[in-house]
C-alpha cells in the first residue's frame, strides 16, 4: 500500500515537471516569437528612390501602411500592425519625408515614423523669370504643389498681407539654396521666405535704397535689369546699375533690351529688332518711362547690393561690345553709342545673328 502510494506520487511529480517544462517551452517559443516581431529585419528600401519614404499630410494610420506595404517597404504587413498597435502608433501618424534603412525591424521603423525625426530638404532656386518657373522649382522640393503656391503668388489680398502686389511678390524669393521640411505647405514656404527678406533687407540696406529714391521692390527690379543686360561679367553689375539710375534722375527711357524680350516671352532671342520696341506692354521701357511693374527675373542678392552700391559716373549709353566678349562699351553721349552699336550690329550680321 505504501509503495502504492510513492508510485502515484512520483507519477504526479513527473507530470508536473512535464507540464512545467512544456509551460516554460512554449512560453519561451512565444517570447521568440514576439522577440521576432519586434526586432527582426522586416523592411526593404529595394523600391524606394534615395531611401525616402513620404508620409503625405492628411494621412491615417491605414493610408501610411497601405503605401509601406504597396511599396515593398515591409515584408510582413500584420507583424508591422501587431507591434504598431502596442506602440499606440495609429494615434501619432506624422507627415514628412523620412530615411529608410535596409533591414529596419519594425521596432525602427515604427519608432522613425512616430517621432517625426525627418530629414530636411535643400531647396535651391536661381535662374527664374516667372512665377509660374518659381513654383515648379520649388514644387521639386517640397510637399505643396506649383498650383498652391502660384494660386497664393497670384491672389492680392495674400500678396497685401506682405506688402506687394501681385507684380512684386516675386521680389520677395532671395534666390539660394534653403533647408526646408518636405511637408511644407505653400503658405508656409512664402512665410519663411518673408523672414529671409526681412533679414536680408537690415537697416543699412534700407537707408541706401532711401538714399537712391527707390523701394526694396523698386531696388529688386532695377537689378533683375542689371542681371539680364550682364549675365557674364558679374564686375560690371556697378556700373550698369548707375548708368541706369542716371537714365532715372534724367528721367530718360531706359531702353533696356531684356525688358523687351521678358515682354515678348522668347528667352531664345540674342538680338532685338526695332519692330521689338513697338509691342504693347507695360515693361516695354522703350517705350514707357522709368521701372516697369516688377522684375524680369529673380536678382541674385548680389546684384541687389550692385544697386544699392553702385559706380558713380556720367555714362547714359551702354552697348555690347563687338567682340562679343560679354563685356561692354560705356558712352556719355549719344553719338559715341551709336558708334559702338553700329559696331555691335556689324559684328552681328558678320556671324549670320539675325535674331
Known sequence: MGKTKRKGIRFWVKLLVVFVILLVATSAIGVYHIY?????????????????FY????????DVV???????????????????????????VKPGRYKIKQGMSNNELINLLRSGMQEPVKVTFNTVRTKNQ??????????????????????????????????KIITLFLPNTYEFYWNTSAEEFVERMAKEYKNFWNEERKQKAKKIGLTQSEVATLASIVQAEQTIHRSEWP????????RLKQGMLLQSDPTLIFAIGDFTINRVLNKDKEIESPYNTY???????GPILLPETKAI?????????????????????????FAKTLSQHNIYAQRYREALNKRGIMR
Open 36 to 52: 521576432k516581431t519586434i526586432y527582426q529585419p522586416n523592411v526593404s528600401t529595394q523600391h524606394l528612390k534615395g531611401g525616402y
Open 55 to 62: 508620409v503625405h499630410t492628411g494621412w491615417n494610420y491605414n
Open 66 to 92: 497601405n503605401s509601406l506595404y504597396e511599396n515593398g517597404v515591409i515584408q510582413n504587413r500584420n507583424t508591422f500592425s501587431w507591434v504598431s498597435e502596442r506602440k499606440k502608433y495609429p494615434q501619432s
Open 134 to 167: 518659381l513654383a515648379g522649382k520649388v514644387s521639386k522640393y517640397i510637399e505643396a504643389d506649383s498650383l498652391s503656391i502660384i494660386t497664393l503668388l497670384n491672389d492680392a489680398a495674400f500678396c497685401s498681407n506682405y506688402g506687394f502686389d501681385r507684380q
Open 239 to 246: 556700373r550698369v546699375a548707375g548708368l541706369y539710375l542716371n
Open 287 to 293: 517705350k514707357y518711362m522709368g521701372l516697369p511693374p
Open 305 to 329: 547690393d550692385a544697386v544699392l552700391n553702385y559706380e558713380t559716373h556720367d555714362y547714359l549709353y551702354m552697348c555690347a561690345k563687338e567682340d562679343l566678349s560679354g563685356y561692354h562699351n
